[in-house]
């Protein structure tokens, strides 16, 4: 699908089809280096933000003095979250790295804020959630897991979770949520997709918007 | 040409259809003998989790004694349309499809489940339902981006037809508070009392819940805010009761709710559980009621409470020594039931039962002054244990074996 500047409005305004959000985001966190900001040797990067800054700053006070000019805001900061976006992709590592280093290891750095990364491995369906670290080590079964998963093996397996002692049983073909803090004293939450409504409803809305379950 | 003489001949048309009629009586009398039972409409409905993780409902006209395999008897459900957080009534289960953002109204027929009407319900996470009428259904609910703004739905439910929807003028969350729930909903006349607190998201994996048990009282059906309670005795109002029960009007319209600070609701374990009362009549908490039940004999977290009649309850405490965190709350058997004296303000004590496995079940009904609990026991099966709180018996009532895990939930299927 072709990304142009309309699709990336209608994306903002909420009215994209299934099909074009899908198309928006996977071109928004691709991992791809073309679309890194190439600005010209000598320029800088920070004085472009400042200026772009200094332009769009008035436009929400505007806003605040007079209705009228509501919808020349919007188109304002329409483009201006364009802009920021683009320039998020320039300034900021905001792209998820996978890495193969080996077929018994795989670590996902998924560090979007709103987007879910899927795999689909040797041995397992996994879909790492929102600003989380997932290290799977296939040859031992452990997995080290800083954030929200989740995993579908398709078959029987046993998994050790950095931070447990006792190994967790995950049955074929079914789904499991695994939830890990970040903090130590966030405890490992290990449940089947099937037990989603045992969960605390604060957890399981959460889970519910992150994987769109 | 032959077709024209038949038409013709008012006789032989109405020989026809006789012959016809009588055909598909006698083909349904022999290739479904369940049919006239169907018709009948059974009494009960059970909502079945399998070791294998399909789910099932089983319908049936008794809980007193029998076996139940939910994989022969049972309608299968589909797993991705279908889930336990359903509203049973007369015969008919409605259910809130999240992909579709449409609320369906089912019928079970001929061991499987039919849609029989749907509605779009768009941006709306069911926090709690009320029936306001024989056929109106008020349905609470939350956005789904952000579970910040709460709003109704009030729908007709013999077409599902939407009467009316719009915003509660709840405060939305603010400051270090992300998101809301609405744990109960009352309407006494033209005032409606909504039950809920607020949240603050601490990590991917913990929160944790205001201090305060708010409770605003709307006109009814304008849904103009009249004022908010505040109480912060316990905190947690109720929960999402399509789940499990936390609230109930006596004989006497006195309200009684129940708060859950625990780890599987509130998050804030150091408040404790308790059972709150509005008495028949006022619009406002009965500040001189309250029921400790973390400071009671049960010295536990309590969800889920069900009214069995006469001034007395049956909750539902976890047991904080036999489980080690939400990892294992759900699977461990670990939940004991207790029957509590409302009038008396007092726990009376621990029903004789096996422990019982599942963070959230709506598992107790009361029928001709008998209540009937599934209770899903590691060591002792899966049945419906029947008590009667006239002479303090409880006893074994049907089995739910075969490919049974959980009871995942008890309903009547009519009044």
């Known amino acids: 699908m072709n990304i142009n500047q309309e699709l990336i409005e209608r994306y903002h305004r909420d009215e994209c089809t299934q099909e074009e959000r899908k198309a928006v985001e996977d071109w928004l966190f691709a991992d791809d280096s073309a679309e890194e900001l190439d600005l010209p040797v000598g320029e800088d990067k920070a004085a472009h933000k400042a200026a772009i800054w200094n332009e769009i700053a008035p436009a929400p006070a505007k806003e605040s003095i007079t209705k009228s000019h509501s919808l020349s805001f919007w188109k304002g900061a329409v483009a201006a979250s364009i802009v920021l976006g683009l320039l998020g992709l320039g300034f900021y590592q905001f792209t998820i790295k996978t890495k193969n280093d080996s077929p018994q290891f795989v670590s996902v750095d998924n560090t979007s804020a709103i987007s879910v990364r899927h795999l689909d491995s040797k041995g397992y369906n996994i879909s790492v959630g929102p600003n989380t670290l997932a290290k799977i080590n296939y040859a031992t079964g452990s997995v080290d897991l800083s954030g929200s998963m989740l995993i579908s093996p398709k078959k029987d397996v046993e998994l050790k979770f950095k931070g447990t002692d006792k190994k967790i049983s995950l049955k074929g073909g079914q789904t499991y949520i695994i939830l890990n803090g970040k903090t130590d004293e966030d405890k490992i939450i290990v449940v089947s997709e099937r037990n989603l409504m045992d969960l605390p409803p604060v957890l399981q809305k959460q889970i519910i918007n992150q994987f769109s379950i | ?415």
């Open chain 2, 1 to 415: 040409m032959q077709e024209k003489t038949i038409y013709k001949s008012v006789k032989k048309v109405i020989l026809l259809l006789t012959s016809a009629t009588l055909s598909l009586f006698l083909y349904s009398c022999s290739q479904q003998p369940e049919t006239s039972n169907m018709l009948a409409g059974k009494n009960y409905s059970m909502y079945i989790l399998g070791k294998d993780g399909k789910e099932y409902i089983v319908e049936t006209n008794s809980l007193d004694s029998g076996k139940i395999l939910p994989e022969q008897q049972g309608a299968m459900l589909d797993a991705k349309a279908m889930d336990r957080d359903i509203i049973v009534k007369d015969g008919s289960y409605y259910h809130l499809n999240r992909k579709k953002a449409e609320l369906s109204k089912y019928n079970v027929q001929n061991d499987s489940l039919h849609t029989v009407a749907s509605i779009p319900l768009k941006d709306f996470s069911i926090e709690n339902y009320l029936w306001v009428g024989k056929d109106s259904l008020l349905l609470t609910g939350l956005d789904i981006k952000g579970f910040k703004q709460a709003k109704y739905v009030l729908i007709e439910t013999g077409k599902m037809d939407l009467l009316s929807s719009g915003s509660l003028a709840i405060p939305q969350p603010s400051g270090k508070l992300t998101s809301m729930s609405i744990g109960f909903v009352e309407l006494r006349k033209n005032h409606l009392f909504v039950g809920y607190t607020y949240h603050q998201q601490l990590s991917s994996s913990n929160y944790t819940t205001s201090d305060t048990t708010y409770i605003a009282e709307l006109g009814y059906p304008q849904m103009n805010l009249l004022k908010i309670d505040k109480d912060t005795r316990s905190t947690y109002p109720g929960g999402i009761n399509t789940v499990q029960s936390y609230s109930f009007n006596d004989e006497h319209n006195n309200y009684y709710f129940m708060s859950c600070p625990g780890i599987a609701l509130g998050n804030r374990p150091a408040l404790p559980s308790g059972i709150f009362r509005i008495k028949a009549g006022d619009e406002s908490l009965d500040k001189d009621y309250f029921i400790n039940i973390s400071s009671s004999l049960i010295n536990n977290h309590a969800y889920g409470m069900w009214y069995i009649g006469n001034n007395k309850a049956i909750i539902r405490s976890e047991r904080k020594d036999l489980f080690k965190g939400l990892g294992d709350h759900y699977s461990t058997a670990h939940f004991e039931f207790y029957l509590i004296d409302l009038a008396a303000a007092r726990v009376i004590k621990k029903l004789n039962l096996p422990l019982d496995k599942g963070t959230r079940r709506e598992c107790i009904i009361v029928k001709d002054n008998m209540a009937y609990i599934a209770v899903n026991s590691s060591t002792q099966g899966n049945f419906i244990w029947i008590y009667n709180p006239k002479t303090d018996d409880l006893k074994k009532g049907l089995e739910l074996a075969g490919n049974t895990d959980f009871i995942m939930r008890i309903d009547k299927l009519n009044p």
